[in-house]
């Protein structure tokens, strides 16, 4: 199985800033994915991150609000920009298995309280 | 447009007995893939179980299994023997399978809350 970590695991934040959130995975992946889960929902995907590219975003997230970099292929980072307290989530980032099983695995997230 | 739905909110279970959460999906692609994730009250979200929409038999996993009913466009979780350390949200995801590789996003249910009762 991958083996996911983000960096920072919880933080809580001002209205207005901005966080950067990290994920480092332990084996190349050619996608990568980020997801916002907010109080009491169910898991959202905001865009899919590809080495090389642009990340293609969902309906209703924007590149100005959450824009992502992925400088390789073990790397990608999210910023949640201009935070207000509807940001206030645990956002997570997921890769597909490797090694041709098809589990797709999960960062251990970061919750993020904006006051 | 694919499309899951969990229908229970909340269950409860006897420590050591078996429970089933319930999740029937909608797709009209041929080839997909159906998972379950554990998520604790610490937010991770831990794989479970996946099943193929071409496998002919239901996948296992230790303690859980998945009872896949094709037909009826089902995916229910088996949890066998169930344990204090089985309380936590569940939910169910679908994705589309591309031929070679899985590379697609997940979509998900809104989730079952199972509280284990000693």
Redesign the interface.
Known sequence: SAVISQKPSRDICQRGTSLTIQCQVDSQVTMMFWYRQQPGQSLTLIATANQGSEATYESGFVIDKFPISRPNLTFSTLTVSNMSPEDSSIYLCSVPGTGGRNEQFFGPGTRLTVL | AQKITQTQPGMFVQEKEAVTLDCTYDTSDPSY?L?W?KQPS????I?LI?Q?SYDQQNATEGRYSLNFQKARKSANLVISASQLGDSAMY?C?M?E?YYG???G??I????TKLSVKP
């Not at chain 2, 610490?42 to 979200?45: D, F, L, P, V, Y």
Request: hydrophobic letters at 30%; aromatic letters at 26%; glycine letters at 26%.
């Open positions: 893939g998972f994730y610490s937010g991770e979200m794989f996946y193929g939910f995801a994705r399978d590789g899985s590379q996003n997940l998900f249910g809104k989730g």
